[in-house]
């Protein structure tokens, strides 16, 4: 539907505002000179998550709720005790690593002998090596595209997306013929990904719900990380600014879970919502952050009325999954 998708948006206009406040100018257009890669490049090494909704302890735990039944259980400690606590000598892999957060969670377990951390941005690998030589973890970083990098096939127990394989261009041939691949007969694909619409392009219920809690929410929540401007209105971000910052982001998105379907044996599946709260706290999650009755009724109302939103329209805009690859029968 035409109204589904938005070239150049008011929230365009907005964010360049914001970030040329926080950034400066020359900055900000250094972006337009660079390559593809190298804007994707660029775009993480500067990235901070000062105030995306998944910083907020209580949805962390909520998520780990609907993953594991238990607050407290991080899904990399959940996949460990579930599906490899009988097993030693693993080998993992994950792709778009960051600053290496989630593969060290799977690193502190003695059955991993290889632990693998890819990125396309050089200065996030730099961090995650040196938090992992602090924690005296053993795990190989390598910065680079992942399309051009060879690893061994069969070589590699369990492969980990996190927020990264939604990244990827036609991901049911990524994952048929450069993922599978990689994994030994028997192995598992963990996915904690947006699945939502391709280069964010929000559909308008989506919209009209998550600026109706907008408008209900006090001021002092939607006070932006400049500490001064107030968040009054979410946005569709217009096509030509996600290709210009980050040609990497969604491109397909949308058919995210029919590829993993595809290509592997689904074990697990959990619907894990963000239709609404990843639009409607961005920007905003540092308010957030206090864990006071006020906010905490406030975080449990939001989580309602997503899961509202999410029941009616039957559709989830992130999972989370472990899938199997199998051998040829």
Not at 116 to 126: A, T
Request: hydrophobic share 40%; charged share 25%; glycine share 6%.
């Amino acid at each position: 539907m035409a109204n589904e998708t938005s070239l150049v948006s008011v929230g365009d206009f907005l964010d360049v505002y914001y970030k040329v406040k926080q950034k400066g100018f020359i900055q900000l257009t250094s972006l337009f000179n660079l390559t593809s890669n190298k804007r994707v490049s660029a775009k993480w090494n500067r990235y901070q998550s000062s105030s995306d909704f998944w910083i907020i302890p209580a949805l962390q735990k909520y998520w780990n709720t609907l993953i594991s039944q238990n607050p407290e259980l991080s899904y990399e400690s959940y996949v460990v005790q579930k599906y490899l606590h009988n097993k030693i000598n693993l080998s993992l892999l994950s792709i778009g690593c960051g600053e290496g957060r989630h593969e060290r969670n799977f690193a502190i377990s003695s059955l991993f002998s290889k632990v693998i951390g890819v990125d396309i941005s050089d200065e996030r690998i730099e961090r995650a090596k040196q938090i992992a030589l602090e924690n005296k973890l053993n795990i190989e970083y390598v910065a680079g595209d992942f399309h051009q990098l060879k690893f061994e096939n069969e070589s590699f127990d369990v492969i980990l997306f996190d927020s990264s394989l939604h990244h990827f261009n036609d991901i049911n041939g990524f994952l048929k013929n450069e993922i599978s691949p990689l994994l030994k007969t028997g192995g598992i694909i963990v996915a904690n990904e947006f699945c939502g619409p391709n280069r964010l392009q929000w559909r308008k219920n989506q919209l009209d719900f998550a600026n109706g809690l907008l408008k209900e929410l006090p001021k002092k929540y939607k006070t932006l990380i400049d500490g001064k401007s107030v968040k009054r209105k979410v946005y569709r971000p217009g096509l030509i600014r996600m290709l210009l910052v980050d040609p990497s982001e969604a491109p397909d998105s949308a058919n995210l879970i029919k590829a993993l379907h595809t290509n592997f044996k689904v074990l697990e599946e959990k619907n894990l919502g963000w239709n609404i709260l990843h639009i409607l706290l961005k920007g905003i999650a540092h308010n957030f952050l206090k864990n006071d009755d006020e906010t905490n009724q406030l975080i449990a109302y939001l989580i309602k009325k997503e899961e509202e939103f999410v029941k009616r329209e039957s559709k989830t805009d992130s999972i989370f999954g472990v899938y199997q690859k199998l051998g040829l029968e």
